[in-house]
C-alpha cells in the first residue's frame, strides 16, 4: 500500500536523524547549534536567540571508552555515551552545550565537558525541585541568567516578540506530537510506539519547522495506512531516559503495543502547552516547572502517578512496563512507588534495568514475551 | 531487654545492649576517652527520643542534608534522620540488622543502585521501627540518593506533609540567601504539623550551642592536623554523625568538645598508641560495617587517618544571632557549606578537589585514598577529574569500589589487600624517595 511506503520512508527519515542526533539543515545552513541535556531546559530559548536547539542523545555514539575513563563505570550510560561522543569530536558541529543539576550524572558530566572538550559555550542552570510557586522566580531567574549568557556569548538579543514566535513554534510542534500520540492510541493504531519515538525524539534535534514539514506528512501518510495487526497486548511505556526506538521495537516485536509513554524523551517532555501572553519567560519557566514531573522533582511522585494512570485509561493499557538505565538513582524510588500504590489498585508491572547503547535484544525479548504471557494473551 | 521500663523493638535493644557493652569495655581504655564521649552521647540521644515517643510528642523526619536546629528550637520535638537506625547498628549495633534494613527495602522495590544509607532507612521504616512523623523536612543534599529516599519517605507516609528545600547547585551568596528564604516559610510550617510555636529566643540559645560546637570541631580539626595523629582515626567521621542529628543540642556540643579535649590531651600527653608511618586522607565514606579496620591500620600498617570528608568541618564563620534573619542565613548558610558531603558533593568537582588539597596540605598528609562507595555517583562521576589532579599534584591516590554500611559488597579481606598494597608498595616506597631527595 502507497501510505504505508510512504509512512515508512518517513520513520526512515526520521530515525537516520536519531543515529547522526546531527540537524543536518542547521548544520547546513550555518546556523549555531547548541546541545542541552534535559527535558527542563526549553529550546524556545534558544530559538529567541537564533540558535538551533538540539538535545542531546548518544545514539550515533558507538563507543564511550572516553566518557568511561572520567566518569567511571558506575555512572549512567546515557551520560557516558555523550560525554564521549563531545570528547570525541561526534558533535563537532556544537557551539556548546547546556547542562542542569537534573542529576548527579549529569552534572558530572557537565564538569567533564567544561574541562576537556574545546565547546565554546557552557551554559548551566540549577532548576528546582519541588512544584512550591515560592520556587518559581528562582527558575525564572535562571532562565534570565542563562538568557543573558547566550547574548553575551553569541552576541545576539533576545526579545519577547522572539521568544513568543519560538513559543508558538513548539506549540505547533507539540500540536502535530499530540496528533501522532492519538493516532497510536487509537483501537486500531496505525502507528507503533518505536515510530512514535523516532517522532519525539526527532522532534527534539530537528529544526521546528523541518519537523513540521515532517510530521505534517507523517500524520497524513498513517491516516492512509493500514491498522497494525497482530497486537497481543496494549501497554503503557514509563520510567528515565529512553531515545532509542530500537528498544521499544523489541518490545513490540512481542505483540506488545506501546500504546502511551510517560517519559522525557516520549511525549511527556513535549506534552505542555506553553502559554501565550505578556511575560513569555515567566510563561515558560511555569510550562516547563510544571510539566508532569521527572522523578529528579521531590515529592511529586503522586503527580506521576496520577498522570500515568489517566494515561493507562486514555490509552486501554492491560501493562505497564517501566525501564531505567543502570545506575540511575533518582528513579530509582519509582518501582519501590508504584508496587506500593498498586497494592491497592493492581496494574500489571515490568521493571527493566538496562544499559544505554545496548538494546539487549534477547534478554528484553524473552522478558516482554512473558509479561504479555502472563496478561492471558 | 526494658529500655525506660519498656520492652522496644528489637533493633533499639541491639543498639542499646551494644552500646552499654562498648562502654564497659572501654571504660577504662584511656585511648578510647573521645570514642566513650560519643558513645555517651548517642545513649543519651536514644534516652532522649524514646522518652518523647513515650511522652507522645510529634517527630519530624528528614534526610542526610538537613540539620535538626529548627526543629530543636520548636521545644519537646523529636528529630529522625531517615538512616538513623541503620547507621547506628552498622556502628554501634548489629550489622546484620542493617544489611536485613537494605534487604527489606531492596524487596519492596527501591532500587540498589541507592545509598545504603537510603536503602537502610528505607528498610527501617517499612519495618515501622520509627515513630509515625508529623510532617517531613526533605532536602535534595547531599546527593541523588537523598530525591530518592524522600520520594520513597514521601509515598511510606503519604498522610505526613513534606516541604522541600531545595539547595541549588552553586557555591554562592545567592545560594545562601535563596535557603534561608526558604527557611523562613518553613517555619510556619513545622509551626502548623508540630502545633509547636516557633520560639525565636530558643533558637537564639539553639544557635549559640551550635556556635560553640563549631569551635570545638574547629580545635578538634587543629589538634588532628598534628603529626603524629594521637586520637584513634576511627573518630574521623563523627562531624557527620554530629551534625544530621545533634547539631544545636547539648548532645552535639558535648560531643565535640569531648572530641576536641580527648585530642587536645592525647596531643599534649605525647602518648602514642602505634607507630604513624604514613598519614592518609580518606576521601569519600567512612568503613562504618567495621569500625576496628581503622585499629588494622595504624596497627599493622602505621597508617592514620587524621580527618576524613565525613570529618572535615569547614571554617565558614559563627551563626550571627542578632537577628532571625540573620540566623535563619547563618544556618542556611553552614547547612549548605559547612555540612560534610553537601558541601563538596552537591557543586562543581572543583570544590572536590580543592577542599582534598587543602586538607592534604593541612593534615600533612601522605597520600589519599578514595573510598568509593559505589552509590556515590557525583564522586565516581568525577573521578577522572579527581585521579588528574592527584597525578599532577604528585599524590599517591588508592581508589576502590565498597559500600560503608553493607559488608557484603567488598569483604573485610579484600579492603585490607587493597589498602596494605597500596601503603606498602606506592606510598612508603614514595615516602623514602622524596626523604632521599629532599
Known sequence: MAANSKKDDLIKELNDVLQTTRPECAVNSKEKVLGYFCSYVPPELLLAAKIYPVRLSGLGVNDSSSGDAYLSHLTCSFARHITAGILDGSFDYLAGQISINTCDHVRRANDVIIAKSGLGFHGFMSVPRSFRESLLPWYIEELERLKSALENHFQVKVIDQGLKDAIEKMNAVRGRIKALDLMRREDQPRLSGSEMLAATVAARILPPEKFLEIADQLIASAKESEPIKNIRARLLLTGGPLDDPRFVRTIESQGAHIAGDLFCFGTRGLGMEVEQGPKPMEALARAYLYQVPCARMMGEFPTRYQALLDLYRDCKAQGIIFQRIKFCQIWSSEVHNLRHRLQENPVPLLVIDREYGTVSTGQVKTRVQAFVESLGR | ?438
Open chain 2, 1 to 438: 531487654m526494658a529500655i525506660l521500663g519498656k520492652e522496644r523493638m528489637r533493633e533499639w535493644e541491639t543498639v542499646w545492649k551494644t552500646l552499654d557493652g562498648m562502654r564497659l569495655l572501654f571504660s577504662a581504655d584511656p585511648e578510647a576517652q573521645g570514642l566513650n564521649g560519643v558513645l555517651d552521647n548517642i545513649k543519651r540521644f536514644i534516652v532522649r527520643q524514646l522518652t518523647m515517643v513515650d511522652e507522645g510528642r510529634p517527630f519530624v523526619w528528614y534526610n542526610l542534608g538537613f540539620n535538626p536546629e529548627l526543629v530543636f528550637a520548636l521545644g519537646e520535638v523529636g528529630n529522625i534522620a531517615a538512616p538513623e537506625l541503620a547507621a547506628m547498628s552498622s556502628i554501634v549495633g548489629d550489622q546484620q540488622d542493617t544489611e536485613n534494613f537494605i534487604d527489606i527495602a531492596e524487596a519492596a522495590g527501591y532500587s540498589s543502585e541507592c545509598c545504603s544509607a537510603d536503602k537502610g532507612g528505607v528498610g527501617a521504616l517499612i519495618r515501622g521501627l520509627y515513630p509515625d512523623p508529623c510532617c517531613i523536612v526533605g532536602i535534595n543534599t547531599p546527593c541523588d540518593s537523598q530525591v530518592s529516599i524522600i520520594n520513597a519517605m514521601a509515598e511510606q507516609k503519604s498522610n505526613a506533609p513534606l516541604f522541600v528545600i531545595d539547595v541549588p547547585s552553586y557555591e554562592d551568596e545567592r545560594t545562601f540567601q535563596h535557603v534561608a528564604g526558604q527557611f523562613r516559610e518553613l517555619v510556619p510550617f513545622l509551626e502548623k504539623h508540630t502545633g509547636r510555636k516557633m520560639d525565636w529566643d530558643k533558637l537564639k540559645q539553639v544557635c549559640e550551642t551550635t556556635n560553640r560546637t563549631s569551635e570545638y570541631l574547629w580545635q578538634w580539626m587543629e589538634w588532628k592536623s598534628h603529626a603524629p595523629t594521637m586520637q584513634p582515626s576511627k573518630l574521623c567521621a563523627v562531624t557527620m554523625v554530629l551534625m544530621i542529628s545533634f547539631s544545636g543540642s547539648d548532645i552535639g556540643e558535648d560531643m565535640a568538645r569531648s572530641l576536641a579535649e580527648d585530642a587536645r590531651k592525647k596531643v599534649e600527653s605525647g602518648v602514642r598508641y602505634y607507630d604513624e608511618k604514613v598519614r592518609a586522607i580518606w576521601y569519600q565514606d567512612p568503613v562504618w560495617w567495621d569500625i576496628q579496620l581503622y585499629d588494622w591500620m595504624e596497627a599493622e600498617l602505621g597508617l592514620s587517618i587524621p580527618i576524613d570528608i565525613f570529618g572535615y568541618y569547614a571554617s565558614e564563620g559563627l551563626i550571627d544571632t542578632s537577628s532571625e534573619e540573620a540566623m535563619l542565613y547563618g544556618l542556611a548558610r553552614r547547612m549548605v557549606n559547612c555540612h560534610p558531603m553537601s558541601r563538596q558533593f552537591r557543586g562543581t568537582m572543583k570544590r572536590y578537589i580543592d577542599d582534598f588539597m587543602q586538607l592534604h596540605e593541612r593534615f600533612q598528609a601522605d597520600c589519599g585514598i578514595m573510598a568509593g562507595h559505589i552509590a556515590c555517583k557525583h564522586s565516581w562521576g568525577g573521578i577522572g577529574l579527581f585521579k588528574e589532579a592527584c597525578k599532577k599534584a604528585g599524590i599517591p591516590l588508592l581508589v576502590f569500589e565498597f559500600d560503608m554500611f553493607d559488608s557484603r559488597i567488598l569483604a573485610r579481606k579484600e579492603l585490607q589487600f587493597e589498602i596494605k598494597r597500596f601503603i606498602n608498595e606506592i606510598v612508603i616506597p614514595a615516602k623514602a624517595r622524596k626523604g632521599q631527595g629532599s
